[in-house]
């Protein structure tokens, strides 16, 4: 039972132009959602979080967005850089655990 | 600070040898947590802790034991390697765990081949 989907496993966008991570979860129990970074032979890194009773969080060029009744979450980057080439997970976060989607590989192209 | 630190950080075990895989945080926090990563698929939780002397199962235990006597190390055991368990394993951090949202701090991982 995968309770957290990240259904594009790759996304190549232009640089400067907006990126679009989607993420959809099954769990309502969920209390919070984060997105995490992650470079080749390193530790993921975190990004950006959303509490379940919020919409929306920002922070800088990331923006979260969540959409309670559809169950689903995205990140959006703007502008996109070549810095931001990796892979992006999404975790829903209850009960002290986390539970993490697949991962999207974001591919910024110059 | 070195944040969360794993040892080591390349393994080659045979079928049915054990092993530790060491993790060391310096933030004191009093959070710890041991994920596996396979490929093409997202971070599973083996085991957790929420203080020293206090460990949990996760959603892929088996296999595996944990123990943690101090608030900075949060050892992982193999003690019968199967090639099921070739994996990157990952240990991270928390400050207050996940009821305030806390983010969690990774080590650079262990990439570990049974064979």
């Known amino acids: 039972d995968q309770q957290v989907k990240q259904n594009s496993p790759s996304l190549s966008v232009q640089e400067g132009r907006i990126s679009i991570l989607n993420c959809d979860y099954t769990?309502?129990?969920?209390?919070?959602f984060l997105w995490y970074k992650k470079y080749p032979a390193e530790g993921p890194t975190f990004l950006i979080s959303i509490s379940s009773i919020k919409d929306k969080n920002e922070d800088g060029r990331f923006t979260v967005f969540l959409n309670k009744s559809a169950k689903h979450l995205s990140l959006h980057i703007v502008p996109s850089q070549p810095g931001d080439s990796a892979v992006y997970f999404c975790a829903g976060g209850g009960n002290e655990k986390l539970t993490f989607g697949t991962g999207t590989r974001l591919t910024i192209i110059p | 600070n070195a944040g969360v630190t794993q040892t080591p950080k390349f393994r080659i075990l045979k079928i049915g040898q054990s092993m530790t895989l060491q993790c060391t945080q310096d933030m004191n926090h009093n959070y710890m947590y041991w994920y596996r990563q396979d490929p093409g698929m997202g971070l599973k939780l083996i085991y957790y802790?929420?203080?020293?002397?206090?460990?949990d199962k996760g959603e892929v235990p088996n296999g595996y034991n944990v123990s943690r006597s101090t608030t900075e190390d949060f050892p992982l055991r193999l003690e019968l390697a199967a090639p099921s368990q070739t994996s990157v394993y990952f240990c991270?951090?928390?400050?207050?765990?996940?009821?305030?949202?806390?983010?969690?701090?990774f080590g650079p991982g262990t990439r570990l081949t049974v064979t």
């Open positions: 991270a951090s928390s400050n207050g765990g996940l009821a305030g949202g806390d983010e969690q701090y």
């Open positions: 802790s929420v203080g020293a002397g206090i460990t």
């Open positions: 769990n309502s129990m969920f209390d919070y």
